[in-house]
């Protein structure tokens, strides 16, 4: 049984050098539609701006409002096979309702009951947790539980077996990050089921067998490797971050001019293999602005999310502007531009795309 072909839908600009419409021409358009083709010469101010024209908007989600609404959640909906996670995503007002943040980025808050357990999966997607407040829960990657509490990033690689436990007597909420919507335009990904039982593990250890092994700056060891194109380090903890970040501003207070901007400081997290991406499509980071601080506006190709993690300011993406607070999420679209302002200090975490866009040679910044 054959399938007729949905039609192609041939539209004209009003460009002065589109061909006068005569009935000629549009017995030829029909004709295209019926052969599922499409002139370029109709749609080329769409295919090819003069710079980057993302679908997606700039977008504020406010984290008192996420909060409790992941916690009736946690009341109404269970955790299990099928459904997985508790995870809400969010979904940016210019993407037509899909699950995404950003063309390419996909972003949640995911809330876990005290004593639940989120099964065993593994998917090809490369994912991450940010903590934003509390602990109790750990997520066990392969057989290593690896603690979270507030400020921690632990990226998690695609591919490898995971899940979450809450043995504490306290609900836990976190973001996720993942390459979700990239992979799915690309139709490139694989999802497993693990098995039903989670690890009989009772008590998340003070350090994760990837940190005893890979958590040692500036030390690389030369016995235990397993090959991997992402980092194998489960967790990059906040007191590293922060005595990182409190570090440069102190050099800027002391007379050590600052080589960016000043009272911006801000740190990458990094694979401790090679130096470079924690993941193969998503570029994490944390900045900070001591009080009083105003960055340059600036724009770049590629998409971002960033996550107030404490403090107080103004964000502007292209001509939207927001005062944000602790938790609150925001997205900058491709080519957007983008300047804060702190008040009395501003913490952010950051991921991006940027890889993606480098491998490509198709990455692109301009500053004010």
């Known amino acids: 049984m054959t399938s007729t072909p949905s039609p192609v839908h041939v539209q004209a600009t009003d460009a002065d050098d589109q061909p006068e419409p005569t009935a000629e021409l549009e017995a030829l358009y029909q004709a295209f539609e019926s052969e599922l083709l499409v002139p370029l010469w109709t749609e080329i101010g769409d295919l090819m701006p003069v710079e980057p024209k993302s679908a997606a908007l700039p977008h504020l989600w406010r984290w008192r409002n996420l909060?409790?609404?992941?916690?009736?959640?946690?009341a109404l909906v269970p955790v299990g096979r099928g459904g997985e996670r508790r995870a809400i995503a969010l979904a940016n007002p210019g993407l037509a309702g899909r699950p995404f943040a950003t063309p390419t980025l996909w972003a949640a808050i995911q809330y876990l009951n005290p004593g639940e357990d989120?099964?065993?999966?593994?998917?090809?997607?490369?994912?991450?947790?940010?903590?934003?407040?509390?602990e109790g829960v750990w997520t066990v990657v392969n057989g290593d539980p690896v603690a979270m509490r507030r400020g921690d990033f632990l990226p998690q690689a695609g591919w490898n077996w995971h899940s979450h436990r809450n043995l504490s007597d306290q609900p836990m909420a976190w973001i996720d990050g993942l390459d979700i919507p990239f992979q799915h335009y690309t139709g490139s990904t694989f999802f497993e089921f693990g098995p039903e039982e989670t690890d009989e593990i009772r008590e998340a250890p003070p350090r994760s067998y990837s940190?005893?092994?890979?958590?040692h700056p500036g030390l690389?060891?030369?016995?235990?490797?397993?090959p991997t194109p992402s980092t194998p380090l489960l967790a990059y903890r906040w007191e590293h971050t922060d005595c990182a970040l409190s570090g440069q501003l102190t050099l800027e207070a002391e007379g050590h001019p600052a080589t960016v901007e000043p009272g911006h400081a801000a740190v990458r997290y990094t694979n401790p293999t090679t130096g470079g991406d924690v993941l193969p499509t998503v570029r994490t980071e944390f900045h900070r602005l001591a009080p009083g601080t105003e960055t340059?506006?600036?724009?770049?190709?590629?998409?971002?999310?960033?996550?107030?993690?404490?403090?107080?300011?103004q964000v502007t993406v292209g001509d939207t502007s927001w005062t944000v607070e602790q938790g609150d999420l925001f997205v900058v679209p491709s080519w957007q531009p983008l300047s804060m302002t702190s008040e009395h200090g501003l913490d952010l975490f950051r991921f991006s795309d940027a890889p993606i866009f480098e491998h490509l040679h198709l990455d692109r910044g301009d500053q004010a």
């Open 118 to 134: 989120a099964p065993i999966h593994r998917h090809t997607q490369h994912a991450f947790r940010f903590v934003i407040e509390g």
């Open 211 to 215: 940190e005893r092994l890979w958590g």
């Open 296 to 313: 340059a506006t600036q724009q770049e190709v590629g998409s971002s999310v960033f996550q107030v993690f404490q403090g107080t300011g």
């Open 220 to 226: 690389r060891p030369l016995t235990h490797l397993r």
């Open 67 to 74: 909060l409790p609404m992941a916690a009736q959640a946690g």
